[in-house]
């Protein structure tokens, strides 16, 4: 588990909520992509 380097505890609830979140990319110009960068991984969970 990881100890957050600016934090003096464990941060045990946000590392366990952190687990299932999906990432998705973000940069200037992705506005042209964004369906598709969204609906890939939503279909990959269908």
């Known amino acids: 588990m990881h100890v957050c380097e600016q934090t003096h505890d464990e941060l045990k609830v946000t590392e ?20 598709r960068v969204i609906e890939q991984p939503m279909a990959a969970l269908r």
């Open 16 to 35: 366990e909520m952190s687990y299932p979140l999906v990432r998705l990319p973000l940069w200037l110009g992705l506005e042209s992509q964004q369906s």
